[in-house]
T-cell receptor, first 114, second 111 residues
């Protein structure tokens, strides 16, 4: 079955620690995205990548970093510089370069900073 | 900048129609989308409309687009308890690979 997976589902972090969220897809999509979801604020774009070895900052990239070494994988690191990291993080993928941009979402990772 | 706005909550009685409204600022959006998010899960595309259309119907779902007023709506006929979710309106951003999501409307169903 084709799909997009995120792990872990729940993640707890102590203040001052970096943590990496995993996102993997087997849909053969070139484009991948990371969003942050907070209650009442919808989805905010953190980073996106349209092709391997290339990525761009979204609207709220400060305190986050990403890599795109493989087409299937787009891990997100939440660094200690992120002031308020507790949130629900969603990864998505899509076919790049099309005007019609249906994005396929993973199940999300809920990060809690203790 | 580009913006998509929705009301945060909607409560309807089971069996009634639900209408979720959305306004957007980016008139260059070629496609507009409605996504559904069930509790604790990711988003799933529910339906979409091409910008040169005024209406699209898909079983219980009707999408209306008023380009002049930059207003999009989703009507769910015969609302059921399984329709309880957060519904997101989204439109194409300045880049073909970016779309802008609204804040989401939480739909709750009362008996």
């Amino acid at each position: 079955d084709g799909g997009i997976t995120q792990s872990p589902k729940y993640l707890f972090r102590k203040e001052g620690q970096n943590v990496t969220l995993s996102c993997e897809q087997n849909l053969n999509h070139d484009a991948m995205y990371w969003y942050r979801q907070d209650p009442g604020q919808g989805l905010r774009l953190i980073y996106y990548s349209q092709i391997v070895n290339d990525f761009q900052k979204g609207d709220i990239a400060e305190g986050y970093s990403v890599s795109r070494e493989k087409k299937e994988s787009f891990p997100l690191t939440v660094t200690s510089a992120q002031k308020n990291p507790t949130a629900f993080y969603l990864c998505a993928s899509s076919t790049a370069g099309l005007i019609y941009n249906e994005q396929f979402f993973g199940p999300g990772t809920r990060l809690t900073v203790l | 900048g580009e913006d998509v706005e929705q009301s945060l909550f909607l409560s309807v009685r089971e069996g009634d129609s639900s209408v979720i409204n959305c306004t957007y600022t980016d008139s260059s959006s070629t496609y507009l989308y409605w996504y559904k998010q069930e509790p604790g899960a990711g988003l799933q595309l529910l339906t979409y409309i091409f910008s040169n259309m005024d209406m699209k119907q898909d079983q219980r779902l009707t999408v209306l687009l008023n380009k002049k007023d930059k207003h999009l709506s989703l009507r769910i006929a015969d609302t059921q308890t399984g329709d309880s979710a957060i519904y997101f309106c989204a439109g194409g951003g300045s880049s073909a690979s970016k779309i802008i999501f609204g804040s989401g409307t939480r739909l709750s169903i009362r008996p």
